[in-house]
């Protein structure tokens, strides 16, 4: 369907979209750009593109799509590079946490002729890097697409068969609305999680050892996403600055409610509270987005496997 | 090695309990007693004990060893039906998240001549009731006794002996240092977590759907853990106020430095703050107590069973 499709940053996500749009057979050639020396190597011995470069202006000439998988803050700089070397009809997209920036850094770049369609996979881990990517990171989960009101259909169709070869499903949203909802659902459960492993890190380090020692009892599940990579997450935090302070804003309220109810040892108000939450993780294993353990850790027929499931997480208090 | 050993209280702790002792073949009778008629039914149903009984005074009679394995806030109500029937030489143990609370509760109202070896096994998973026990919950996981100053050698031995027999690892605790390691590992995370889905649960309808939608983004972490029983952790924090009050102010000045930096845009702050945090993860990994999930979500070589890896968990932000 394309004849070249070039990948700029190979971290885990470009280097799991490399292995993925390889094994779909949907492109003739992958190219592969970093400006790390050293991810190069490691993409050539992975052997997961048919070119590989650190030259990125070069890397997107004669592509019909080019793939911009660097962090937020790094965005501007490479399109800055590769604007010029586009060829007309050309469509980009990229994979970044937040939407709004990213349109405004890559705009301003693109010369009219080249067709811009943002892009989010909802797929990850806590590990970087090429070596950590994998083909099937973006089975079953969701990519949601931003394009502008003024973009060529044909150009939201090409993006959506792209990601459609990494079996992604696809949703379309308004960049403003989708950094909303993901400064809910992923930007403050990150800031939360940082936070936390912050706090016991400063502790003694006597009790610091004993915290790692019983880390199973909750703490643990926060430590693997405060090991996300700290750049991307820097630049996600310094690009979705209002959506994240009002949602914060409005946590920090409901988390001085619970310390009160706490103080005052309102045990109706704790118990009303932690009953209400319940309902929401039903509904999301309703929904098929996480998988119900059944006992003895035994996974529910019927449910996808896009969660493994915890057994046995260790969750008593 | 045991003649009888009764469980109160067959939820999700208590019936794994009966199931791992009955499979480790240490007592010759497992007594289950719980006041709920609708328990005691289900527990005949998936005949997981010897005896049961709705009434707790009598299951006690001519017990070697007691487990109380009912919500913190139950514990006095217990003590004060258990005490008289207990025969000299028994060994009243518990299960409770917190555990200087539980000996305030327990050890008015039981005789001279029983001895108390508090426990709080850290394993659990978000489901409750006797249906969603297994005999494998305790496996590897870490049991924390607290035993007072005078508490006699042989009984401390005996509840280590019933929890090795449920093939945990045992670690003995001063009580209070208990109270607080658990306060950072386990009451906080779940604190956080009830919040964090409480202020989503807040959201407009429209927008609370798209969270749900895209909960894979991190959020659905923070679910599961807000899935966990209303009761229990209820008690939790009505008896394990003063540290988790404290952990909370030092957590809720952290949060404040961060919501300072995103609004000041200080990236080097924040790149600093989430580099550290990766380190912790890394020493949960080298201890044992997390797996390291490889490239394409394969398990590496090594690593305990204790943990179900999380392959292609879905935090990209």
């Known amino acids: 369907m394309f004849d070249k499709v070039t990948i700029i940053g190979l971290g885990l996500i470009g280097s799991s979209m490399a292995r993925a749009i390889r094994a779909s057979g949907i492109a003739n050639t992958v190219t592969a750009a970093d400006i790390s020396a050293e991810v190069c190597k490691k993409v050539i011995e992975l052997e997961i593109a048919d070119e590989v470069t650190d030259d990125i202006r070069s890397s997107v000439i004669g592509a019909d799509i080019v793939v911009v998988s660097v962090p937020v803050g790094a965005v501007a700089a490479v399109a800055e590079q590769i604007g010029p070397a586009l060829k007309a009809g050309a469509v980009v997209t990229d994979v970044g946490s937040v939407k709004q920036a ?55 169709e090409k993006i959506t068969a792209l990601w459609e070869a990494c079996k992604s499903r696809i949703e379309i949203m308004d960049p403003q609305h989708h950094d909303l909802v993901l400064g809910i659902t992923s930007h403050l459960p990150h800031l939360i999680a940082y936070t936390i492993v912050g706090t016991a890190n400063q502790l003694e380090d006597d009790i610091k050892s004993e915290v790692i020692k019983f880390s199973a009892s909750g703490f643990r599940d926060f430590t693997r996403i405060a090991a996300s990579d700290p750049t991307m997450w820097r630049d996600v935090f310094m690009n979705n600055r209002p959506a994240v302070l009002e949602i914060l804003q409005r946590f920090t309220e409901d988390l001085t409610a619970m310390q009160k109810a706490i103080r005052k040892g309102d045990g109706k108000f704790l118990f009303d509270f932690f009953s209400n939450t319940r309902h929401i993780r039903r509904q999301i294993i309703d929904l098929g987005q996480a998988n119900y353990v059944a006992p003895g850790g035994v996974q529910q027929e019927g449910t996808p496997p896009a969660e493994v499931p915890h057994k046995a997480s260790g969750h008593s208090g």
Chains 1, 2 share one sequence.
């Not at 970087?128 to 973009?151: D, H, K, Q, V, Y």
């Open 102 to 156: 990213v349109i405004d850094a890559l705009k301003p770049h693109l010369p009219e002729s080249v067709h811009l369609v943002p892009g989010h996979p909802i797929a990850g881990t806590e590990h970087s890097g090429p070596e950590n990517g994998f083909a099937e990171l973006f089975e079953n989960r969701w990519c949601i697409l931003t394009p502008l009101p003024e973009t060529d259909i044909r150009a939201v």
